[in-house]
């Protein structure tokens, strides 16, 4: 009977443990016990229940009479236990940058050169009693030798232990010498400074398993002792995961670090669901407003238009998404006991799920406080929190701006009534997969930044459309089959439904047998007279032949066909992708253009005079930093973070060759491909200077720009910092259309060549304007220059940043006419080409000399000359007004997209202003990488 069950039944211990990182899945788990669990002895399981239950009375006074009933006989370590004093002083680790001492309370020792197993090793050594803690009476007798202080070999320490005081949870952080830090973080930066993969952390009560491998994210599973007799099934896969025969009785691959290896894999494999999981979650949440607008009578969306609330909704979802990483990399205070309880995101959905199998799901259906929770801590994050019990810095941000969709907030009346059980669903959609039978929850410290512009990008896929007919939401059978049906088509396929569904329901032109087998299948399936009732109902047709149909209707999770009605909103894909070229670039292919772009510029000599590359020299620290690095159609930033990183690590390695010690440690155990959640600090200081010092993004869409930031904000992971502190940098703007040199400016004309006759022998109008740019120039390297350490620092950048700005505003608005005159321009013989211009330095002349900008203003209006119908207003980004402290002074640069943009930077300068490198084509409008 064990054997027919499935392996998430047959493990569903798994979801009895707080996990947080990557950890054991249940196919991993159902390989290495498929029969199930192990049973443990009733005579073990009683002396463990009997020592928790001593253990709670007395507040963890007698935890060293339950770690001797866990280690001695649970687990059967034997000799292979060696506690705080057997262990050798070499083992402990000095995290320099807090100057805290980090070492293990216990290990499981053994040398595999030791076949027998035995306890002769190291005569003549110490050796001292099983005793837990120095100060504890309630040690037994089992004694144990020192073992040697031996780190280089993968088969002698196998794993380390902490403790930690009594009531103190593996995963809430302790700060200590200003260094905030879990017990499960500490631990896991001892394991990975001496090469052990595993880990055990306690108090007492709560058991927490650690896997930290370098450069990989850090796992963990916490056990509640005291529900071990409860859950009998949790304390046998405790036993199962640690017991001596799993370190000693299997093959390597059998072993707990290559389970939690193989578990890791398997994970990633599952993480390509995340897109169409949001996908998913967009759909219902515009689905569920549009139902709450038609019961409100049109009130909730009134004046939302299409495109408006596709955007809500997206930006509803980013920011759950953004919260999800951010939370699992602790950049917020995810495990202070008020924000887990009243904002975290990541809690949130097992609060939820707690409160249905209480009360019954269909509680949540007259509950709103989920979808609150979601509005607060938008507001919460973008103002800050200065309540005595709670603090945040107020990290800003467009994308958490409660002003940019006032109707969701319920600026003119309540917010939208979204149930509990919708948001549920949403978040059930965006953190959990089910995969083979098992629910599966997402690891967003395993995923790569990069996965926001994936989500994103599917997302450019859809939009929002009314419904000019009823609208059928169908079960999607293939990848290019359609999703929905209207109305009328619907009544047309009865007459064939077969043929229909075999060709244009799957996406295919022609039907094989084979498909035509399978809809038959499909169409013969039997459908409840309820669902074929609430269709015509829906629908508002009587047709009897809409019950042929009925198979192959959706249904919503209230077991309902899940219909738009006329005049209602849905899903529906959009041409925006290909019409912006909207593309995502993995990041194994991001990283491989960065490196070999950036490596002509950071190695002199490098590979441009040899392709021998040791021969190559790393130039100075202050050399990397002077580089200038523009993508110039970023989208949510994947080729910026990619040369963050690069940058980041050969500026480390700079640091190394000019004495820094920490750089020196760093760079003694590196690992490449690190994730970025387990970087060093050191990797993460060079990060953010490279960040603030090199990197600069332009795109033309304003959810892509927020979505780079906030990219960058992650892989930097300095919690103090805002969203937005790349705002200076990272900019929206169309980086095909504006002016792209100084001379266009200073000649009024988009051919500064051609205009020179106009000006030979004139009065100058545009003398002082270099000098306006300098000075906004010395404004922007005051904000770079400028460190951060406290919210103030960041308010005086953001100060800095308006003042540059304003300063180059009346030089915004002559250059936007400028742009304007140049579409224009384009299709006019050349006299008429000629006059408009000299009308554009009459209205430059009128500016200098009256302040009137009436006339500026109206050519400006030109930059939106046929611009077709239903298409946002053209955003032209100015590069020298944009970026003066580029453009102002000569600097070497280098741009990963396309030399066609900023071809004709300052011809009549010495030096090129810009060094441009280019790895793809140009294109315009939103990108990814």
Not at 280 to 295: C, F, G, K, N, P
Not at 686 to 699: F, K, S, T
Not at 893 to 903: E, N
Request: net charge negative; proline share 5%; charged share 25%.
């Amino acid at each position: 009977m064990t054997g027919r069950r499935r392996p998430a039944e047959r493990h569903a211990w798994l979801e009895l443990l707080q996990q947080s990182g990557p950890f054991i899945t249940a196919p991993v788990a159902d390989q290495t016990w498929p029969a199930g669990l192990p049973a443990v002895t009733t005579e073990i399981r009683a002396r463990v229940r009997a020592a928790v239950a001593e253990l709670l009375e007395t507040s963890g006074r007698s935890r060293a009479r339950l770690a001797h009933v866990i280690f001695g006989e649970a687990l059967s370590w034997g000799d292979a236990f060696v506690n705080d004093t057997g262990l050798p002083a070499a083992l402990s680790e000095v995290v320099a940058e807090y100057r805290v001492i980090l070492r293990p309370d216990l290990a499981f020792f053994f040398d595999s050169d030791d076949e027998d197993e035995s306890s002769d090793r190291n005569e003549g050594l110490e050796s001292d009693e099983f005793n837990l803690e120095a100060d504890d009476e309630d040690g037994d007798g089992i004694r144990r030798e020192m073992a040697p202080a031996v780190s280089n070999s993968d088969s002698a320490w196998r794993l380390f232990g902490m403790w930690v005081p009594w009531g103190h949870h593996p995963l809430v952080r302790i700060v200590e010498s200003g260094w905030a830090a879990s017990p499960v973080e500490r631990l896991a930066a001892l394991l990975r400074a001496r090469d052990v993969p595993i880990g055990l952390v306690s108090d007492g009560r709560w058991w927490a398993v650690v896997w930290a491998p370098r450069g990989k994210p850090v796992g963990s599973a916490v056990w509640d002792a005291s529900l071990w007799s409860e859950e009998p099934e949790s304390f046998a896969g405790f036993v199962a995961l640690l017991e001596r025969r799993r370190f000693l009785g299997v093959g390597v691959n059998e072993r707990l670090p290559a389970l939690l290896e193989h578990s890791a894999e398997a994970q990633e494999e599952v993480t390509v669901a995340l897109g169409d999981q949001v996908r998913a979650a967009v759909e219902m949440l515009v689905d569920r407003l549009d139902d709450l607008d038609r019961q409100a009578g049109g009130t909730v969306l009134a004046g939302v238009s299409d495109d408006d609330l596709y955007a809500a909704v997206v930006t509803i979802m980013m920011r759950v998404l953004f919260l999800l990483f951010a939370e699992e990399r602790r950049l917020l205070p995810s495990d202070d006991d008020r924000y887990d309880t009243s904002y975290s995101v990541g809690r949130l959905v097992e609060q939820l799920e707690q409160r249905a199998a209480i009360h019954g799901e269909q509680t949540l259906e007259h509950r709103t406080g989920a979808w609150h929770r979601l509005l607060a801590v938008a507001r919460a994050l973008h103002s800050g929190v200065a309540h005595e019990d709670l603090r945040l810095p107020p990290y800003g941000g467009d994308l958490f701006d409660p002003d940019r969709y006032p109707w969701l907030e319920g600026r003119n009346g309540p917010p939208p009534p979204v149930d509990d059980l919708t948001v549920l669903r949403m978040l059930e959609a965006v953190q959990y997969v089910h995969l083979r039978g098992e629910r599966r929850r997402l690891t967003f410290r395993a995923l790569d930044v990069e996965q926001i512009g994936y989500v994103y990008e599917g997302l450019l896929e859809l939009e929002v459309r009314t419904a000019s007919e009823p609208i059928i939401k169908l079960r999607k059978q293939a990848r290019k089959g359609i999703a929905f049906v209207g109305l009328s088509e619907a009544l047309d396929s009865l007459g064939d439904l077969e043929e229909w569904a075999a060709t244009t329901y799957v996406g295919e032109k022609r039907a094989t047998a084979a498909r035509r087998k399978a809809v038959a299948h499909w169409l013969h399936q039997e459908v409840p007279a309820t669902v074929i009732a609430d269709l015509h109902r829906a629908l508002g047709v009587d047709d009897r032949k809409l019950e042929l149909l009925a198979p192959l209707v959706r249904c919503n999770d209230r077991d309902r066909p899940d219909i738009t009605p006329t005049g209602g909103r849905y899903v529906a894909p959009s041409s925006r992708r290909v019409a912006t070229g909207a593309y995502y670039t993995p990041r194994s292919l991001t990283e491989e253009i960065v490196r070999h772009t950036l490596e002509v510029l950071v190695y002199r000599p490098g590979p441009l005079e040899s392709l021998d590359a040791t021969t190559w020299v790393l130039r100075p620290s202050t050399d990397l930093l002077a580089l200038r690095v523009a993508d110039i159609a970023m989208g949510s930033g994947a080729f910026l973070v990619a040369a963050c990183r690069y940058l980041a690590d050969r500026l480390v390695e700079a640091w190394d060759g000019e004495g820094d010690l920490e750089a020196s440690r760093a760079l003694a155990h590196r690992n490449e491909r690190a994730a970025d959640a387990e970087v060093v600090p050191v990797v993460l200081r060079a990060r953010r200077l490279v960040a603030e010092h090199c990197l600069h993004g332009v795109d033309v869409n304003p959810l892509a720009v927020e979505m780079a930031k906030l990219s960058l904000w992650l892989v930097t992971m300095d919690r103090e910092r805002p969203f937005g502190f790349l705002n200076d940098r990272i900019v929206c703007g169309d980086s095909l259309l504006g002016l792209t040199s100084l001379a266009q400016l200073e000649s009024l004309h988009i051919d500064p060549r051609a205009n020179q006759k106009l000006h030979s022998g004139t009065f100058d109008l545009t003398a002082d304007w270099r000098d306006t740019l300098a000075r906004a120039a010395d404004t922007r390297r005051r904000i770079t220059a400028t460190p951060v350490v406290t919210v103030r620092d960041v308010e005086h950048k953001a100060r800095l940043l308006l003042e540059a700005q304003g300063t180059t505003e009346p030089l915004r608005l002559v250059a936007d006419a400028l742009t304007g005159a140049g579409l224009r321009a384009a299709s006019l013989p050349d006299k008429q080409r000629v006059a408009l211009f000299a009308g554009l330095e009459g209205a430059v002349l009128d500016l200098i000399t009256t302040g009137q900008t009436s006339m500026v203003e109206k050519l400006a209006l030109d930059v939106d000359a046929g611009r077709p119908a239903g298409k946002e207003s053209r955003r032209p980004l100015h590069w020298p007004l944009t970026f003066p402290e580029v453009f102002v002074i000569h600097q070497r640069q280098v741009s990963m997209r396309s030399s066609a943009i900023l071809h004709s930077l300052e011809e009549r300068r010495s030096q090129e202003l810009l060094e441009m490198t280019t790895s793809r084509g140009s294109r315009h409008g939103t990108g990814e990488g």
